[in-house]
């Protein structure tokens, strides 16, 4: 298990988040620093007021001490976003291309670390960032539809959004593609019907390559079998329960005779009632061939019977 | 053949991390030039590529190992500036910045590494018996994967296969059509950004021609794309 199972052929969204972090974002820095060498390269030298561009991790870490301000991107203003809001609402089959590949995650980490430096209040942005996501959102399952296992064109979706729908996506494609090339192949097969045997018959040491055909065959005709006698076994069954209950009728219907014009209420146990119920039928015990919708009336006025009967105790 | 794939796999190195940056608009700027930032950027690209792509990737052999040096300076650094401990706040600034990158490079690298390690498991029997993939593995990688699949092989054996009949003991059968060795699906669908014009039309093999364009994204197999991938003109995301 190198890579937990969510990991695998997608990213979760704090890997997602990560890599976002790697992008360029403006800043003003409160107070000079030096430039720092790191394996990504050295950072700019800071000094105060003056704008310099530096990883947004870096931002970040800067803007927690309260050394930096950051300035957010131009498409994170509130002017910007309401365009790009309305391009959106304009065109329900297209992403718009206002949108940098990593919005939702720079915007979410802007928001979260430095919500003072925005130019409008937090709500307004926030509330724009979810309504174009909500309705971008609504365009990706939209296209969803289009679906099909040979391609899909998603241009200017943004990457936490790709993540979202890349599982879904890759599996269904590749279960498209897979039921696409095994009905072909089903087409091809039914062309070589007669060569595929005659070729099996030929080949004296080519057991294994026969074995999944027969077992095949097999299974077919084991559940035909099946079929056949989960049939008998049904009626058998039937007959059976038919036969016990006669049986049992018989001796407690005589038990019963005396006091066969009793009332239901004074009947005071389930044997009786069950005999009861099987001599107010009067073909019941003389007819062997009762089908099932009479055994079943049967069972309901036993049940009834018997209801009657505890209720009445 | 050969030839061939081995200027291939050169390729893919080189190109994998190619113009990180043009597709990102927010990103341009004269410190992305740096030769260092560049390197970290394919590993960044590497990274992603391995986890979203259904074969073995080559093993960026010098990326890693200049990666993995600075990385070993980077630690030295650190444990100078910490021993010396006059701790001015600026000096600790430093240290923080450099020790969170550090961390951030060595998940990368672990990234990398595990993700490759995951694909290597799982087809480790595909791996064994072919010399093509052995060649995009590294050094530890390969030993890595014989050793398991020997190990493998005598459990098996000793728990359950040697009780078998002979003709079902093999665990690379390829009896009745079916193939025993997991073999990376190359028809796999991923997810591509193009990053320069490719000219022609791209034909996906059912009727189906696309175009790729600078910005595209696309959902397709790998293989109709992976030249294009090698070639650096379409990159994973």
Known sequence: MALPAKQVGTFVPSEISFLAENNLVTIIPRQAMESVALIGGMTPSMRPMRRIEVPIWVALLLKKQSRCNIVPPQWLSEENLKITYDAEVSNMTRFSANLPWEWIEVGELILGSAPDDLSSPPHVIRNLL???????????????????ESYLQLDNVGGMELNEIRSFVTMAMNRLRIMQSTREGVEQQEDYVEPYNQEDDDDGDDDD??????????????????????????????MGSATANERSSIPSVTSVAGTRHSPAGTNSGPTRNRSLGAFQDPTYTNDNDNDDSDDDDDDMQMDENYLNAVNSK | MTDERDLEIDDLINNLDNDYYTAHPTTDSAHVKDQKSRDLNRLVRLWIAERTCPDILPYAHDLLDTIVDRIREQVEFIEVNTVSGDASGSAKLNLLLVETELERV??????????????????????????????RLSQSELRYTKRRANQLKRYYDLRFLSSLPPSLQRLDDTAGGLQMVDAPDLDEAVFIRVLHDVPGEIDLGNGDKIELRKGNIYVLSYMVVRRHIADGDVQLV
Do not use: W
């Open chain 1, 130 to 148: 979810r309504d174009i996501r909500e309705v971008r959102q609504a365009k990706a399952r939209a296209g969803l539809k289009n679906l099909n």
């Open chain 1, 209 to 238: 390559y026969n074995l999944p055909q027969e077992s095949y065959d097999d299974s077919m005709r084991t559940s035909k079998s099946y079929h056949e006698s989960y049939d008998t076994a049904r009626l058998s069954s039937r």
């Open chain 2, 106 to 135: 060595k998940f990368l690298v672990r990234g990398y590494l595990r993700a490759r390690i995951h694909k290597i498991e799982k087809y480790y029997m595909h791996v064994v018996s072919n010399a093509g993939v052995q060649a």
